[in-house]
């Protein structure tokens, strides 16, 4: 991971090489809910060992033979990996479809969000596909628990192996909480992303955003929790790259904060549940939301 951050070319011939034996690219997602299942999985450990290629967008196109990013409209525009060619297609949150044309330019993002490329997002006259876009927007969010879940196994090593005033750090009582708020978060977002696997194969589109659009505002929000944690229990270390969860924080920035950031993302979860409605995954306690008239 280190040595693409020096010379980000080169991940693309090779990771694929890796790649490929495993035959990961012969999954459709579309086909069946085992192999959906099998590409979340896939993007798990892609996060968990700080990927830096886009599995999720690639394993979520399916048999489309091109891979999906999100954005947020037309225009000129930053995506993830946009430093590869591709082909890209590009889908906003709810389902519209564009055109990315200019990929494959080199990466322009700096230190803080490493791999991005530019691109130019034009209109397109295909229809709309909010199944793909729910997709790529599960697949993304199953990368990102990937590194909450390598953040907090590093974390809880490091407070382990490291000792003060003759203590290991795992034995400070306000350090314990904060490591256990941590993994309540990851865990909570776990279950969260198993339901929204299971509605994928079990909702119509339109439900699929819903439920997409939430569990990504949910992995945002865990995000917050477990990275910003990570960073304080590490201390000074880790803003030079000394520790991995530096790596981990800045790979996953392009992914949590486009195409959208967190406060527009909440608006539009919002207006989606009042339009469409959302069942959740505790839906049997209190009820679904019901669209409104």
């Known amino acids: 991971m280190r040595r693409y951050l020096v010379d980000p070319a080169s991940r693309e011939q090779e990771i694929e090489s890796l790649l490929q034996p495993l035959g990961l690219w012969d999954l459709d997602v579309t086909d069946s809910q085992i192999e959906l299942e099998a590409a979340a ?3 798990r450990v892609g996060g968990t060992t700080a990927l830096p290629y886009p599995i999720a967008e690639r394993l ?8 999906a990013t999100l954005v947020d409209g037309p225009g000129p525009a930053l995506i993830a990996h946009g430093d590869l060619e591709g082909p890209w297609q590009a889908l906003d949150l709810a389902g519209r479809t564009f055109t990315v044309t200019g990929a494959g330019g080199g990466v322009v993002g700096g230190r803080l969000a490493p791999f991005l490329g530019a691109v130019e997002v034009s209109t397109s006259d295909s229809v709309d596909d909010p199944a793909l876009a729910a997709r790529v927007g599960t697949l993304q969010s199953w990368w990102l628990l990937g590194v909450l879940q390598r953040a907090v196994d590093d974390t809880r090593v490091y407070l ?6 003759g203590r290991q750090l795992a034995q400070f009582q306000a350090l314990r909480f904060q490591l256990a708020d941590m993994s309540v978060a990851v865990q909570r977002s776990e279950e969260l992303a198993k339901y929204t696997a299971w509605s994928l194969a079990h909702h119509d589109p339109s439900e699929q955003v819903v439920d997409a659009i939430a569990l990504r505002q949910g ?3 865990a995000c917050e929790t477990v990275l910003r ?3 304080q229990l590490y201390g000074a ?8 969860v530096s790596i981990l924080s800045r790979l996953s920035h392009s992914v949590r904060r486009l195409p959208v950031g967190e406060e527009d993302l909440a608006t539009l979860l919002g207006t989606m549940i009042l339009d469409r409605g959302f069942r959740g995954p505790f839906a049997t306690l209190g009820g679904p939301i019901e669209a409104r008239a």
């Open 41 to 43: 999985e896939a993007c």
């Open 60 to 67: 979520a196109s399916g048999s489309a033979g091109s891979w």
């Open 160 to 165: 382990t192996e490291r000792e003060q005033f």
């Open 219 to 221: 992995l945002i929000q």
């Open 229 to 231: 944690g990570s960073h």
């Open 237 to 244: 270390m880790g803003f030079c790259d000394e520790t991995d």
